[in-house]
């Protein structure tokens, strides 16, 4: 594989048919993502699966308001990159792969690894040194060949980068065959409330796998005449690491350049999002929002997530801590969040919070 082929240039490529959305070929009989098998690059039969998807849409009372929040932490490996990972790495099988590499600063490894494994498939997973250890844990579990690097998560990606050119880059961030995964997302919220959309979707925004897959779906149920209306992306950041946040507020197309602050929601503090313009775009055609939040409101997200039942990760708290933030500035009735990691992946953060 060569670099160009590896750094997918756009997700809005030919590579993709476009099929109009029919809700009479979605089959209900077939587990989870892959009831929409009709609308995903690779058939049912060539899938690698984990029985991932079509998680539960709960109702939840949520400072003070009703929203809908979609269970992604009860995937097989713990948070919704599995989404992807199924439908890039059943791609990858279908096309011969026999080996991987990936990187990622926990859950989109773990996913890679599970599914590579499933697969058949060899794997190396590049991640920075100070990755939290469960997560460690898990890519080894799996089989995978773990590779940490010294350096940031910057370094890491150039450090697969390279090894990818006598491999298959399987990235979430690159390779478009994942996006098509995340995209079921929006197909499941909107067949959950009846083929409708909600009115407004809250979202984490680090390298925008979800934003992306969202949007992607959305688009095709709205094109297709499924849904009436585009729901309103409220994309969250990380006040310590805010690229797309600060270049949205100046009315730029590009993320901007930031100092990468410490952050304890690690998963979306990514300083060069590569399809930071794309994300930018996306929101900013839904007519949604940016906002940020500082570490103390993920503590107080996921205190509040925790006395009602939910064990998550601060990455995911920061997601509902940015809802809170969105409810004065976006109008709308219907609103869906997620919970994107499951706890179990960040003990030693959740006890230095208890602790403190
Ligand atoms: C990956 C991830 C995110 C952020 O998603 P992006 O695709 O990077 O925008 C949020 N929460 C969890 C738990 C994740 O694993």
Redesign the pocket.
């Known amino acids: 594989m060569n670099l160009e082929q590896n750094t997918f240039k756009s997700y809005n490529n030919e590579l993709f048919n476009s099929d109009l959305f029919d809700v009479n070929l979605v089959n209900g009989n077939l587990g989870g993502i892959w009831r929409y098998h009709h609308f995903l690059p690779v058939d049912y039969k060539d899938a690698v699966t984990l029985g991932e998807g079509f998680t539960p849409l709960l109702q939840i009372e949520l400072f003070g308001k009703q929203v809908f929040v979609k269970q992604e932490q009860l995937f097989p490996t713990g948070?919704?990159?599995d989404r992807g990972a199924s439908v890039l790495m059943s791609y990858a099988k279908k096309i011969g792969v026999t080996h991987v590499v990936q990187d990622s600063s926990?859950?989109?490894g773990c996913s890679i690894a599970a599914y590579a494994a499933n697969a058949g498939i060899g794997c190396d997973i590049f991640v920075p040194a100070d990755t939290s250890s469960a997560k460690l844990a898990q890519v080894r579990a799996y089989g995978a060949n773990l590779v940490l690097v010294d350096g940031d998560r910057q370094a890491t990606a150039a450090a697969a980068l390279l090894a990818s050119q006598k491999s298959y880059y399987a990235s979430?961030c690159y390779n478009p065959y994942f996006l098509q995964g995340t995209k079921t997302f929006a197909y499941e919220v909107c067949e959950q409330l009846g083929w409708k959309a909600p009115d407004v979707v809250v979202l984490?925004?680090?390298?925008?796998?979800?934003?992306l897959g969202c949007y992607i779906g959305f688009k095709h149920l709205f094109d297709s005449n499924v849904i009436t209306q585009m729901p309103k992306i409220v994309a969250v950041q990380s006040a310590h690491c805010a690229p797309l946040y600060e270049a949205w507020k100046q009315g730029l197309n590009e993320p901007v350049k930031v100092n990468s602050g410490h952050t304890l929601a690690e998963?979306?503090a990514?300083a060069e999002p590569i399809r930071g313009n794309e994300m930018i775009s996306a929101v900013t055609k839904t007519q949604g929002v940016f906002v940020t939040v500082s570490d103390d409101e993920v503590i107080g997200a996921l205190k509040l997530c925790s006395s009602k039942g939910f064990y998550i990760?601060p990455?995911?708290a920061a997601?509902i801590a940015g809802l809170i933030k969105a409810q004065g500035i976006v109008e709308g009735e219907t609103w869906v969040t997620l919970f994107?990691?499951h706890g179990l992946k960040s003990t030693e953060k959740l006890l230095a919070i208890l602790d403190a």
């Open positions: 948070s919704y990159k926990g859950n989109a979430h984490p925004a680090g390298n925008g796998t979800l934003i998963g979306i990514i990760e990455t995911s997601t994107s990691g």
